[in-house]
């Protein structure tokens, strides 16, 4: 092998693969990158057995050739000594790469390329195309929600599915659920599919800033993204998503609609007196138009935040784990946010004030 790579191309690139390359015991070429250089162009592959990639990068070859590299060292080694290069340049020699920069240069043993897994390509199955910034948005509204245990697999995923000329995505943990639907500009039709919640981050960040549409396939076993260069496969679990429609309430007995600002300050000053439990405590009086939070830590104090806000709908007093309702922060855009009750031991809806496309549910804690 000896080839030439844009310095920019090829660190994001490496950058990218590397946090897919997995470490694994009984076959350590896992933690390795695939180089294989072929008529002007790079290939990238990274796989963990869960996830596989492939990136493209276009290339000068002089020399084909294909080469099992160290994720670890070769991204921290283009990242840190080709700054401010333009080219770098690769070659093997004897059992090893060369990699070349302008004011430096390493030497990294390669691993036999013999043991290294194949990247499946999902062919057979159902593809549609959506918008990759919409795709990743779905993703990051959601993904948090789900379990991070793995004694429930289908629990431990991101639920996504096809209704109605959208896409939605669903996760739970059964302590709360988050939804988000986005719309297709061609409408497609699959069965659920359910992505597991460690492959999610990765998926985010190699199309997070992807504004064009991406080519999705789906098949019983596994989900592929395709982008220009970009190849993504990952594993899906086979397992069924509770039906989780049954527990978002049709209809609501308080309306509360806050500022969502305030609504973040408010949850900030009173995390510093809550419990160990993360309890907080929520009291909303339509008569006093009181919408306020309580806390209390035996060891620390207690405190009463006051916030402004419209209600409508009957008193309730009620107790939320606080870290489960600004996790859903991050999903909402609007300025303002409304929150449902349907009375004591029954969840918590929240969602955009403007935007019903986004569902947070919250289960009450009953101490």
Not at 66 to 73: D, F, G, H, L, W
Not at 150 to 155: A, N, Q
């Amino acid at each position: 092998m000896k080839i030439e790579c844009v310095q920019e191309k090829l660190a994001g690139a490496v950058s990218i693969a590397e946090r897919v390359a997995g470490k694994h015991v009984t076959l350590p070429v896992l933690s390795c990158l695939l180089l294989d250089a072929q008529k002007n162009q790079l290939t990238i592959r990274a796989t963990n057995l869960d996830l596989g990639l492939e990136i493209i990068v276009p290339a000068k070859t002089d020399e084909e050739g294909i080469v099992a590299v160290p994720a670890n060292i070769l991204s921290s080694f283009i990242s840190g000594a080709s700054q401010g290069d333009k080219g770098v340049k690769i070659f093997t020699k004897d059992a090893n790469i060369v990699v070349e920069a302008s004011h430096s240069r390493g030497t990294i043993k390669t691993m036999p390329v013999d043991d290294f897994p194949s990247i499946p390509r999902v062919s057979d199955g159902t593809s549609f195309t959506v918008n990759g910034a919409d795709f990743v948005k779905g993703l990051k509204s959601v993904w948090y929600s789900a379990s991070i245990s793995g004694i429930k697999p289908e629990l431990s995923s991101v639920y996504i599915y096809s209704d109605d000329g959208t896409v939605v995505f669903a996760a739970t943990d059964s302590f709360r659920l988050a939804e988000k639907r986005i719309r297709l500009k061609k409408s497609a039709d699959f069965t659920q599919i359910l992505i597991p919640f460690k492959n999610i981050p990765e998926i985010i960040r190699v199309f997070d800033q992807v504004n064009d549409d991406i080519s999705v396939t789906l098949s019983k076993n596994q989900i592929s993204f395709d982008y220009k260069g970009l190849y993504l496969v990952s594993r899906v679990i086979d397992g069924v998503f509770p039906d989780y429609k049954q527990i978002i309430p049709k209809q609501s007995t308080t309306e509360v609609v806050v500022l969502k600002q305030d609504l973040i300050d408010g949850l900030k000053v009173s995390h510093i007196f809550s419990d160990k439990f993360n309890q907080i405590t929520m009291v909303v009086d339509p008569k006093t138009k009181e919408f306020s939070l309580k806390t209390k830590n035996a060891d620390v104090g207690e405190n009463t935040h006051n916030l402004e806000a419209t209600i409508e709908g009957d008193a309730i007093t009620i107790n939320f784990n606080y870290k489960y309702i600004t996790d859903c922060f991050q999903s909402i855009d609007s300025d303002s946010i409304t929150l449902l009750f349907n009375g004591l031991n029954r969840p918590m809806v929240m969602h955009p004030a403007t935007d019903k496309s986004f569902t947070y549910l919250v289960m009450p804690m009953n101490r």
